[in-house]
């Protein structure tokens, strides 16, 4: 489509396909005004009214075999009968001709890849963060801020209860640590959609006054490989410098599904940042202060090593 597209751009008007042996016998009939080779391709310029299968065409177009190149006795017959004026040749170095074929669909895929690199690093914040891809993408609220309680919670009394130790583990975690008490690290929080979850963890945050992470399962993955699981150990980092505090993980099961179901195996993205998830629960220290709260409406689909003991042991049903 491309060299139709080409020749029709730089030669107007109708042309008309022909062999070899139509050019040389509408020369010899004197239809043919001018000739231009660039390489192997021939086109003539046809005498004013020149007519073939009942259409008028201005030009004609044929492609020269080996034998009518140029230094060859065919290349003479061309020119026999055609002022020199009026014959035009070029040549062209197949050699180049054919390294730009090959090059140019390739700087294209190139090209096209380039842009769509740098439209997912603009949705990234701009070119200057290409290397804050494996950056948590965690929205922190300082203590300070966290203005939700348990009075802004209503209808979920029991869930308010079953939460009550961790506020007071948060407040004050030498009255656990005295008595040998350990507190869980991961607390889920399981309920239809519009129930509340994200309000009750803020509640907890700020009714014991800690920060506040908070980030959604889907964040953590992208398209470039081991980006998921590089914002998990950010994400842990920062909690544990700015601990005692909070982690809210809002639809786990986008990450948390269980293993083996998807078509990566156990090497696509998502499962290795589950991997890394239940790596960093296991190195949480009761000196840490790091609570890992998690809010889901499946969770029959969860892998079983994010519910065994210490990491979402404690389940809390927000109704």
Request: proline letters at 4%; charged letters at 25%; glycine letters at 10%.
């Amino acid at each position: 489509m491309m060299v139709v597209w080409t020749r029709s751009s730089f030669n107007p008007g109708r042309v008309a396909e022909v062999s070899i042996a139509e050019f040389l016998q509408e020369k010899a009939a004197g239809n043919v005004a001018r000739v231009s080779i660039e390489g192997e391709e021939l086109t003539a310029e046809m005498h004013k009214g020149y007519i073939k299968d009942g259409h008028n065409y201005k030009k004609v177009h044929t492609t020269l075999p080996p034998a009518y190149y140029v230094d060859t006795k065919g290349f003479d017959q061309l020119k026999d009968g055609i002022e020199a004026k009026d014959f035009q040749y070029q040549k062209r170095d197949p050699f180049l001709a054919q390294l730009l074929m090959s090059i140019v669909p390739w700087v294209i895929i190139l090209l096209v890849a380039w842009y769509f690199f740098f439209r997912q690093i603009r949705a990234s914040g701009g070119p200057g963060n290409i290397l804050s891809f494996g950056k948590s993408r965690a929205r922190f609220i300082t203590a300070d801020k966290v203005k939700t309680t348990f009075a802004d919670v209503a209808g979920v009394e029991e869930a308010k209860e079953e939460v009550g130790e961790i506020v007071e583990f948060l407040k004050n975690p030498q009255k656990f640590s005295k008595i040998g008490g350990r507190i869980p690290h991961g607390v889920l929080l399981i309920g239809p959609p519009g129930t509340g979850k994200t309000l009750l963890a803020k509640a907890i945050a700020g009714e014991a006054g800690v920060p506040f992470l908070s980030i959604s399962g889907s964040d953590f993955v992208e398209m470039f490989v081991g980006v998921g699981a590089s914002r998990v150990r950010d994400l842990f980092r920062q909690a544990k410098e700015n601990s005692p505090c909070i982690i809210f993980l809002d639809e786990i099961d986008a990450v948390g599904r269980r293993r083996g179901t998807g078509l990566g195996g156990g090497h696509d993205e998502r499962e290795q940042t589950l991997n890394q998830i239940l790596v960093e629960m296991d190195g949480f220290d009761t000196n840490d202060q790091v609570i890992v709260i998690a809010a889901t409406n499946r969770a029959d689909i969860l892998d079983h090593a994010l519910t065994r003991p210490g990491r979402f042991d404690r389940q809390v049903v927000v109704p």
